[in-house]
């Protein structure tokens, strides 16, 4: 159990363009869902926490505008990455918590912007 | 503000060695703390995570890690390394008011020699 599926695993975008990525709790309901990015040979950033039904909590200096998350349902929340530049490449991770104190991570998307 | 430190970068040792890899926190509470392994290109794998209770954790792929509260210390442990531990490890933490939400050390890259 506690599988946290990410769409795409890997995706590729022209500068200025938006991308989404989805996040998905399989076989749970997540209450929280975070979101992280990971640069090359660099550790994992926690950029925000997402909960069910309301905005998102951003962590300083992540600019909410161009980091757009969506967490309509307790099994999906979504980042979107708007105008995307080439310093937006990056591993994007995200995880899920239920009801205990863990979270469960996905297996990452990594977006390349060209 | 929760940190974790990883205090070595990059760590060699021959195939059937021991390993220890440190990490230390600050936290003003003793948090929840988790181990995690990264391969190039791939999600995080857990190893092993401490709540509470018995301070000595055993996990996945014969590591082990020991709490010390006095050291604000959770150092990863494995007794005869194998050719396919090579990887990033990482160590993590979270509030015990806000499980879920993590703090990632710098992490430690790991070279096995033959």
């Known amino acids: 159990g506690a599988v946290v599926s990410q769409h795409p695993s890997w995706v590729i975008c022209k500068s200025g363009t938006s991308v989404k990525i989805e996040c998905r709790s399989l076989?749970?309901?997540?209450?929280?869902m975070f979101w992280y990015r990971q640069f090359p040979k660099q550790s994992l950033m926690l950029m925000a926490t997402?909960?069910?039904?309301?905005?998102?909590?951003?962590e300083q200096g992540v600019e909410k505008d161009k980091f757009l998350i969506n967490h309509a349902s307790l099994t999906l929340s979504t980042l979107t990455v708007t105008s995307a530049h080439p310093e937006d490449s990056s591993f994007y991770i995200c995880?899920?918590?239920?009801?205990?104190?863990?979270?469960?991570f996905g297996q990452g998307t990594r977006l390349t912007v060209v | 503000a929760q940190s974790v430190t990883q205090p070595d970068i990059h760590i060699t040792v021959s195939e059937g060695a021991s390993l220890e890899l440190r990490c230390n926190y600050s936290?003003?509470?003793?948090?929840?703390l988790f181990w995690y392994v990264q391969s190039p290109g791939q999600g995080l794998q857990l190893l092993l995570k401490?709540?509470?209770?018995?301070?000595l954790v055993q996990g996945i792929k014969g590591f082990e890690a020991e709490f010390k509260r006095s050291q604000s210390s959770f150092n990863l442990r494995k007794p005869s390394v194998h050719w396919s531990d090579a990887a990033e490890y990482f160590c993590?933490?979270?509030?015990?008011?806000?499980?879920?939400?993590?703090?990632f050390g710098d992490g430690t890259t790991l070279t096995v020699k033959p």
């Open positions: 993590a933490v979270s509030p015990n008011t806000n499980a879920g939400k993590s703090t």
């Open positions: 076989d749970f309901q997540a209450t929280t």
């Open positions: 997402s909960n069910e039904g309301s905005k998102a909590t951003y």
């Open positions: 401490y709540f509470s209770g018995d301070t």
């Open positions: 995880s899920a918590r239920v009801d205990r104190p863990e979270a469960f």
């Open positions: 936290y003003g509470a003793t948090p929840y």
